[in-house]
C-alpha cells in the first residue's frame, strides 16, 4: 500500500509531470503542455484551499504507516490522482482511440488504489477520498472542457 499511495506523492508526481511536459514539448503539443499544467495547478490550489477551509484532522482510528501534517479533507491523493491519471489516460486514449478500452478501466484502477490505499493506511476517512473524488473529477472535467474547446478555437482559425 505504501507503494501505491507513492504513486501520487508530489515527488513521484513532479517526475511525471515533468517527463509528460517534456514529451508534449518534443511533439510540440503546446496546448496540452497548458492544460496539463492548468489542471495540476488548479488541483493543488483546490486541495490545499478546501484544506485550510475545513481544518478536518486526520483519523486516529489505528497507528498510521505515515506520518501526515497537513488536514485530511479533502484527501490530495484522491483528488490528484483522478486529476493527473484521469488526463493523462484522455489524452492518451485520445491520440490511440484503439487503445481506450484498456487505458480508461486501468486508470479507474489505479486512481481506486490509491484512494484505498489511503484508506488502508489510516490517514484518511472515507469521506476524505469520496470528497477529494468529486472535487477531482469535477475539475478534471473543466480542464477537458477547456481542451476541446481549445481544439475546437484551433480548427476554426485554421479554417477546418
Known amino acids: 500500500m505504501l507503494s501505491i499511495t507513492?504513486?501520487?506523492d508530489p515527488e513521484f508526481v513532479v517526475v511525471i509531470v515533468m517527463l509528460t511536459t517534456a514529451c508534449f514539448l518534443w511533439r510540440r503539443k503546446l496546448t496540452e503542455v497548458a492544460i496539463l499544467t492548468l489542471a495540476c495547478l488548479g488541483a493543488l490550489i483546490l486541495n490545499e484551499g478546501m484544506k485550510l477551509l475545513f481544518s478536518r484532522p486526520r483519523p486516529t482510528l489505528w497507528p498510521s504507516l505515515l506520518h501526515e501534517t497537513t488536514f485530511g479533507f479533502p484527501s490530495g491523493h484522491?483528488?490528484?490522482?483522478i486529476v493527473l491519471y484521469?488526463?493523462?489516460?484522455?489524452f492518451y486514449a485520445s491520440y490511440r482511440p484503439h487503445h481506450a478500452k484498456g487505458i480508461?478501466?486501468?486508470s479507474v484502477l489505479l486512481i481506486?488504489?490509491?484512494?484505498f490505499s489511503r484508506l488502508y493506511l489510516g490517514v484518511h476517512y472515507p469521506t476524505d477520498i469520496i470528497a477529494g473524488y468529486i472535487l477531482g473529477w469535477l475539475w478534471l472535467v473543466v480542464c477537458i472542457w477547456l481542451f476541446e474547446?481549445?481544439?475546437?478555437r484551433a480548427a476554426?482559425?485554421?479554417?477546418?
Open 6 to 8: 507513492s504513486l501520487c
Open 149 to 152: 474547446l481549445q481544439k475546437i
Open 112 to 115: 481506486g488504489l490509491i484512494g
Open 156 to 160: 476554426s482559425s485554421n479554417g477546418t
Open 78 to 81: 484522491a483528488l490528484g490522482s
Open 86 to 90: 484521469g488526463l493523462l489516460a484522455y
Open 104 to 106: 480508461y478501466p486501468c
